[in-house]
């Protein structure tokens, strides 16, 4: 099976490209110098004889987005339409991962596969926007949606808590933010798992089971990180206003990945203790795992 991964740089990309080597499958990885999305003729170069594509490639500065929407949406809602068409035309299985922003977050259990889409921030609208694109230009789709990643390929959450706390000897981290931190090895391997299976065209959510907030995160990372859970104080969103809204309630359920007959990736603090040696550089990078 030949695959084709765009934004193959980003944190997710890595990692779905670094898993189909390591089992030997054929794999092009093209990051944003060698491939744009956005471009209908350099795509339709590349698409054809591969037999599935994964686009991670994706306009991911939440609140940038908030002055440069025009940008935000060309990225993520006409290069999802500009891959998708071509992934079609060569007869090619679209992997294509979104987000929880496409969701209000003002729910109070996780949200369906199937649930109403209310974005309130650029970002979220044209994320939104990049769903509807492939599922009309690609009928044999798989659309992931994803949240609070995290992983040893780029900037995120855990590396900046851990770098923070031992510069400062602590910091505030909201409180009544709530969601699903998954690990950038689990979402690929559950990717690879969703193709393998041949799961069903449509909606499925990859992000870890179980829910914590920011601040519980924060104090699972300074604790892998050797400090003492306490050296993060919990505070309100209203303490750090930012340009973009973010969605006080980011969980998502799992039941599409079930009735696919593909277990959901495992739960939050198990796969962070998993994680934590590779993704804070404590030791040796584990592998994904599947559970």
Same mark, same amino acid.
């Given at each position: 099976?030949?695959?084709?991964?765009?934004?193959?740089?980003?944190?997710?990309?890595?990692? =779905?490209? +670094?898993?189909?080597?390591?089992?030997?499958? /054929? =794999?092009?990885?093209?990051?944003? $110098?060698?491939?744009?999305?956005? /471009?209908?003729?350099?795509?339709?170069? #590349?698409?054809?004889? &591969?037999?599935? =594509? #994964?686009?991670?490639?994706?306009?991911?500065?939440?609140?940038?987005?908030?002055? /440069?929407?025009?940008?935000? @949406?060309?990225?993520?809602?006409?290069?999802?339409?500009? #891959?998708?068409?071509?992934?079609?035309?060569?007869?090619?299985?679209?992997?294509? =991962?979104?987000?929880?922003?496409? @969701?209000?977050?003002?729910? %109070?259990?996780?949200?369906? +596969? /199937?649930?109403?889409?209310?974005?309130?921030?650029?970002?979220?609208?044209?994320?939104?926007?990049?769903?509807?694109?492939?599922?009309? +230009?690609?009928?044999?789709?798989?659309?992931?949606?994803?949240?609070?990643?995290?992983?040893?390929?780029?900037?995120? @959450?855990?590396?900046?808590?851990?770098?923070?706390?031992?510069?400062?000897?602590?910091?505030?981290?909201?409180?009544?933010? %709530?969601?699903?931190?998954?690990?950038?090895? !689990?979402?690929?391997?559950?990717?690879?798992?969703?193709?393998?299976?041949?799961?069903?065209?449509?909606?499925? &959510?990859? %992000?870890?089971?179980?829910?914590?907030?920011? &601040? $519980? @995160?924060?104090?699972?990372? #300074?604790?892998?990180?050797?400090? +003492?859970?306490?050296?993060?104080?919990?505070? %309100?969103?209203?303490?750090?206003?930012?340009?973009?809204?973010?969605?006080?309630?980011?969980?998502?359920? &799992?039941?599409?990945?079930?009735?696919?007959?593909?277990?959901?990736? $495992?739960?939050? !603090?198990?796969?962070?203790?998993?994680?934590?040696?590779?993704?804070?550089?404590?030791?040796?990078?584990?592998?994904?795992?599947?559970?």
């Amino acid at each position: 099976m030949r695959w084709l991964v765009t934004g193959a740089s980003g944190m997710l990309g890595q990692d =779905v490209v +670094e898993q189909l080597r390591a089992r030997g499958d /054929d =794999v092009t990885a093209l990051d944003r $110098g060698g491939l744009d999305v956005t /471009d209908p003729a350099a795509v339709e170069a #590349v698409v054809p004889g &591969h037999d599935v =594509v #994964v686009n991670c490639a994706a306009y991911t500065a939440v609140d940038a987005a908030e002055s /440069d929407e025009a940008t935000a @949406f060309t990225v993520n809602a006409v290069g999802p339409a500009v #891959v998708a068409r071509a992934a079609r035309r060569a007869g090619a299985r679209l992997v294509h =991962v979104s987000t929880d922003y496409v @969701f209000d977050g003002h729910a %109070t259990t996780p949200y369906p +596969e /199937d649930g109403v889409l209310a974005p309130r921030s650029a970002y979220g609208r044209t994320k939104a926007a990049g769903e509807w694109a492939v599922r009309a +230009e690609a009928p044999d789709h798989l659309l992931v949606r994803t949240a609070w990643l995290y992983g040893a390929g780029g900037a995120c @959450f855990p590396k900046t808590i851990a770098r923070v706390a031992a510069e400062r000897g602590g910091l505030d981290v909201v409180d009544d933010q %709530t969601g699903q931190p998954t690990w950038t090895a !689990d979402l690929a391997a559950l990717v690879l798992r969703l193709v393998d299976a041949g799961a069903p065209a449509g909606t499925y &959510h990859g %992000t870890a089971s179980g829910s914590v907030t920011w &601040h $519980g @995160f924060a104090q699972a990372v #300074v604790e892998a990180a050797g400090m +003492e859970r306490d050296v993060v104080r919990p505070t %309100t969103s209203e303490a750090f206003v930012r340009p973009a809204p973010r969605p006080p309630y980011s969980v998502l359920g &799992h039941d599409a990945l079930r009735a696919a007959g593909v277990e959901p990736i $495992g739960a939050w !603090d198990a796969r962070w203790s998993a994680a934590a040696g590779s993704v804070l550089g404590l030791g040796d990078r584990a592998e994904a795992q599947t559970a």
